[in-house]
């Protein structure tokens, strides 16, 4: 079976990750939603978001997808915490794919993997995506290897569409 793993936490944008979580189901994937102490979180609007496993019980090779929302608030916890950017890495290391979304790419530039990548970005991030030495792209979906970045959930179609092509 097909797996994808959503990892969130706290104050994350709720769209970004309501509509990949049940896009995925659609498209035959279990998904997978890993929180930092496996906690019940609410994402910024409210959305109650009910985790399936904890970090350390993450298995890399069980997945084809991993999923990272947005949502600057949760972004500031998240990219503190070195264990979810190991994570993050681990699934650039074994050439799976990564599906980014707004200023999820704070993550990605956490974790080491954007340098001479083309990546998109919540547009307030364009200079720390510059910065990490990646190239900020605004466009709604854009890949570069196995990574699909999107600046802003109004393009979660394409992102998602992108993400789907690309695990096919």
């Known amino acids: 079976m097909k797996?994808?793993?959503?990892?969130t936490g706290k104050l994350v944008q709720d769209h970004e990750y309501t509509y990949p979580f049940y896009r995925l189901q659609e498209?035959?994937?279990?998904?997978?939603?890993?929180?930092?102490d496996k906690q019940?979180?609410?994402?910024?609007?409210?959305?109650?978001?009910v985790p399936t496993m904890d970090i350390?019980?993450?298995?890399?090779?069980?997945?084809?997808?991993l999923v990272l929302p947005g949502?600057?608030?949760?972004?500031?916890?998240?990219?503190?915490?070195?264990?979810?950017?190991?994570v993050i890495k681990s699934f650039y290391e074994k050439d799976k794919v990564i599906a980014s979304i707004c200023h999820a790419a704070q993550l990605l530039i956490s974790a080491n993997i954007v340098k001479g990548k083309?990546?998109?970005?919540?547009?307030?991030?364009?200079?720390?995506?510059?910065?990490?030495?990646a190239e900020?792209?605004?466009a709604p979906a854009v890949v570069d290897?196995?990574?699909?970045?999107s600046p802003h959930y109004k393009h979660l179609g394409d992102w998602m569409r992108e993400t789907l092509k690309l695990a096919a």
Do not use: F, W
């Open 3 to 7: 797996k994808a793993l959503i990892l």
């Open 136 to 138: 900020y792209v605004d």
């Open 27 to 36: 498209a035959g994937y279990k998904v997978d939603v890993a929180i930092r």
């Open 71 to 86: 949502g600057a608030k949760a972004m500031e916890y998240m990219r503190q915490d070195q264990e979810i950017l190991d």
């Open 40 to 49: 019940e979180v609410q994402g910024i609007i409210g959305v109650k978001i």
């Open 56 to 65: 350390p019980d993450i298995k890399v090779d069980d997945y084809d997808i």
């Open 145 to 149: 290897g196995k990574i699909v970045t």
């Open 118 to 133: 083309k990546i998109s970005g919540y547009y307030s991030i364009k200079d720390d995506i510059n910065n990490a030495g």
